[in-house]
């Protein structure tokens, strides 16, 4: 029998590609019995990060919505609610919050409350177009997935988190690793992109087979 094959899930929870390919790799997942594991990749870790980007923060989400457009376009089922984004008053919210919520779920609960948090978070930053900036947010994510909530919040805190977020993101330098979603397979081959469900079905069989 051959050893099962790893998958290492580089992902922003504020990407709103990696909202398109999550639930195909979960599929894959389950179909292929993958290993997967979870890396926080920032793109705009903090508030001076996405000025620097983008000029400002209503520029940026300006620009975001118009990838959540292109997303839409092609997502298996329609899920992402870009006129409530955009009628929202807050302003977009970055990354290191959500991914700190992920690191917190994943000291719980290992790879798999990981990826149930994130996609918790997605979903509400994409489809319910909510705050995931905002701390309470967060929290009730948490109460939903049934996780201890008093040590989520102190874990949120633990300097430790952010480090391992640092180690994610040298990590993926490390790799070439510019942009996400990326998927690493067996640490050796790269797969850029929410690829459609066949293809990525296709090259992580063939590297199954190799």
């Excluded at 790893?6 to 709103?16: A, G, I």
């Excluded at 000025?51 to 959540?68: C, T």
């Excluded at 319910?128 to 949120?156: H, P, Q, T, W, Y």
């Excluded at 990590?171 to 942009?179: M, P, R, T, V």
Aim: proline letters at 3%; glycine letters at 4%.
């Amino acid at each position: 029998m051959k050893s099962k094959i790893k998958v290492d899930f580089f992902h922003d929870v504020v990407c709103s590609w990696c909202y398109v390919i999550s639930p195909r790799l979960r599929k894959l997942a389950e179909e292929l019995s993958l290993d997967v594991h979870h890396h926080a990749f920032a793109l705009s870790a903090t508030k001076e990060d996405m000025v620097q980007m983008f000029g400002s923060r209503s520029k940026a989400k300006k620009v975001i919505l118009g990838h959540w457009q292109q997303c839409a376009k092609v997502e298996d089922q329609k899920r992402i609610n870009v006129e409530g984004m955009r009628q929202k008053n807050f302003e977009y919210p970055t990354s290191l919050p959500g991914l700190l919520g992920c690191k917190a779920a994943q000291k719980q609960a290992g790879d798999k409350g990981h990826w149930d948090y994130f996609d918790a978070v997605q979903r509400a930053h994409l489809s319910e177009n909510r705050n995931i900036a905002d701390s309470e947010v967060l929290i009730s994510l948490a109460v939903e997935l049934g996780l201890d909530v008093e040590r989520f919040k102190e874990d949120c805190q633990d300097p430790e988190l952010q480090k391992e977020i640092m180690q994610d993101q040298q990590l993926a330098q490390k790799l070439g690793i510019q942009a996400v979603p990326t998927l690493v397979i067996n640490d050796r081959w790269i797969l850029s992109g929410a690829q459609p469900l066949d293809v990525l079905r296709s090259q992580i069989q063939q590297i199954q087979m190799s």
